[in-house]
Nanobody, 116 residues
């Protein structure tokens, strides 16, 4: 089992920045890829950014150049630096962890609201 706890969400004006954190605990040795996903009201959950255990990253086209995903394995924590935020970035952001056995664990989510 892996437990994930997100923090850092909040309300920010358009053009502002936020940094999300995801702290992992439990069977952390089994974690492979980690990622951030988001779900806006009335929409499906979508991938924002993912990072492999080797540090390779992938971003959704909508956030490329504005968001940066990173991972501190020593602290068992993943981050999402979000700059130049837009109202359309408003959503609940979820942290995910894919373990070697093929299961995906999810955090409880943190709300990000960007006002225009």
């Amino acid at each position: 089992q892996v437990q994930l706890v997100e923090s850092g969400g909040g309300l920010v004006q358009a053009g502002g920045s936020l940094r999300l954190s995801c702290a992992a605990s439990g069977s952390i040795f089994s974690i492979n890829n980690m990622g951030w996903y988001r779900q806006a009201p009335g929409k499906q959950r979508e991938m924002v950014a993912v990072i492999t255990s080797n540090g390779n990253t992938k971003y959704a086209d909508s956030v490329k150049g504005r968001f940066t995903i990173s991972r501190d394995n020593a602290r068992n924590t993943m981050y999402l630096q979000m700059d130049s935020l837009k109202p359309e970035d408003t959503a609940v952001y979820y942290c995910s962890a894919l373990v070697n056995a093929g299961y995906t664990f999810w955090g409880q989510g943190t709300q990000v609201t960007v006002s225009s």
